[in-house]
């Protein structure tokens, strides 16, 4: 993967390739938490990059950051093709009871994005045995 086209310095970039997963956390965390402050295209980019660096889910940290890249969606005005890449492999991947809180999140989506929101919705029914019970 070319890193220059990701405008992340190489300090990040190192960290990201060492795939430890409290690093991977804080990054996420970040992310989600400063939403409003951080230019869409840097989380697009950083996104792309770890998605890729991580898709194989060769170890516990890829998965982990696949499965809560999802996180990261609220970023974004619609679903697009490349997201919607990310999202359907974060769907099938997700920690513990996250099923709820991404049914949340692609909930604003439905208008602008149905068919992609029922892919996605779909594919996290398929792969989730965790889908929360509702009574």
Same mark, same amino acid.
């Given at each position: 993967?070319?890193?220059?086209?990701?405008?992340?310095?190489?300090?990040? @970039?190192? #960290?990201?390739? /060492?795939?430890?997963? !409290?690093?991977?956390?804080?990054?996420? $965390?970040?992310?989600?938490?400063?939403?409003?402050?951080?230019?869409?295209?840097?989380?697009?980019?950083?996104?792309?990059?770890?998605?890729?660096?991580?898709?194989?889910?060769?170890?516990?940290?890829?998965?982990?950051?696949?499965?809560?890249?999802?996180?990261?969606?609220?970023?974004?005005?619609? @679903?697009? #093709?490349?997201? /919607?890449?990310?999202? !359907?492999?974060?769907?099938?991947?997700? $920690?513990?009871?996250?099923?709820?809180?991404?049914?949340?999140?692609?909930?604003?989506?439905?208008?602008?994005?149905?068919?992609?929101?029922?892919?996605?919705?779909?594919?996290?029914?398929?792969?989730?045995?965790?889908?929360?019970?509702?009574?």
């Amino acid at each position: 993967m070319n890193t220059t086209a990701m405008n992340c310095s190489p300090l990040l @970039i190192s #960290v990201l390739k /060492k795939k430890n997963a !409290l690093d991977y956390e804080n990054i996420i $965390q970040f992310f989600y938490r400063n939403d409003k402050h951080i230019p869409i295209e840097k989380v697009r980019d950083l996104w792309r990059y770890m998605y890729h660096l991580n898709k194989e889910l060769d170890n516990d940290v890829s998965k982990y950051f696949i499965g809560e890249s999802y996180r990261w969606l609220s970023y974004f005005d619609d @679903i697009d #093709v490349e997201i /919607k890449e990310w999202m !359907l492999l974060s769907v099938k991947n997700l $920690q513990p009871h996250a099923a709820s809180q991404v049914i949340e999140k692609l909930n604003v989506y439905t208008k602008n994005n149905p068919i992609q929101v029922g892919e996605l919705l779909l594919a996290l029914v398929s792969s989730e045995l965790k889908i929360p019970m509702f009574y």
